[in-house]
């Protein structure tokens, strides 16, 4: 079956350090999203992308970067975390773009940053 | 005022209750979508729907596009059922979510 996934699931790490968050789907779909979930917040997105090499920044993109260098994965890197970006963190793929497609889910990353 | 509202926030239902859940919304949109989480786990798609109304086994959805509005409900609910519901809205480049209902169904 096909299924995205994202690793890892739990992460500690420490302010100013680098963290990569990995998203890998078998959907073969076009559209892959990266949101965090905060509470008393939506899920807010942070970056987004239509196809290979073409990435799009969302409304919460500061401090956050992406690479879409395959169909199947987009990489989420903080270039250097900050206590801020303490989330769990969810990949998602659709085949329509934005909202015009039904929405495919990871499990999630918590991510906290000490 | 956020773009995309639901009530009730919290719902504690007993098992075998019919449950709605509804969103308004105030901007222009492709799609709505209904999505449930469980506590700890991933966020999975029940319903994409663009016009009128959608079932799926205990679960339907209903949209108002006139009124801005979508309900969904549960019938014969079941503590299985007890999760997070979010609605959201696709529209031009962007998809926005509600902040979610908890519902809590008790045996």
């Known amino acids: 079956d096909a299924e995205i996934t994202q690793s890892p699931r739990h992460k500690i790490t420490e302010t100013g350090r680098q963290v990569t968050l990995a998203c890998h789907q078998t959907w073969n779909h076009n559209n892959m999203f990266w949101y965090r979930q905060d509470l008393g917040h939506g899920l807010r997105l942070i970056h987004y992308s239509y196809g290979v090499q073409d990435t799009n920044k969302g409304e919460v993109s500061d401090g956050y970067s992406v690479s879409r260098s395959n169909t199947e994965d987009l990489p989420l890197t903080l270039e250097s975390a900050a206590s801020s970006q303490t989330s769990v963190y969810f990949c998602?793929?659709?085949?329509?773009?934005?909202?015009?497609?039904?929405?495919?889910f990871g499990e999630g990353s918590r991510l906290t940053v000490l | 005022k956020n773009e995309v509202e639901q009530s009730p926030q919290n719902l504690t239902a007993q098992e075998g209750e019919f449950i709605t859940i509804n969103c308004s919304y105030s901007v222009g949109i492709s799609a709505l979508h209904w999505l449930q989480q469980h506590p700890g786990g991933g966020i999975v798609s029940l319903f994409m729907?663009?016009?009128g109304k959608k079932k799926h086994g205990r679960l339907i959805a209903t949209i108002n596009i006139q009124e801005k509005h979508s309900s969904l409900h549960i019938t014969a609910s079941h503590p299985r059922d007890s999760a997070v519901y979010i609605c959201?809205?696709?529209?031009?480049?962007?998809?926005?979510f509600g902040t979610g209902t908890k519902l809590q169904v008790i045996p």
């Open positions: 729907l663009s016009s």
């Open positions: 959201a809205v696709g529209g031009y480049q962007k998809v926005t």
């Open positions: 998602a793929s659709s085949v329509g773009q934005s909202g015009t497609g039904e929405l495919f």
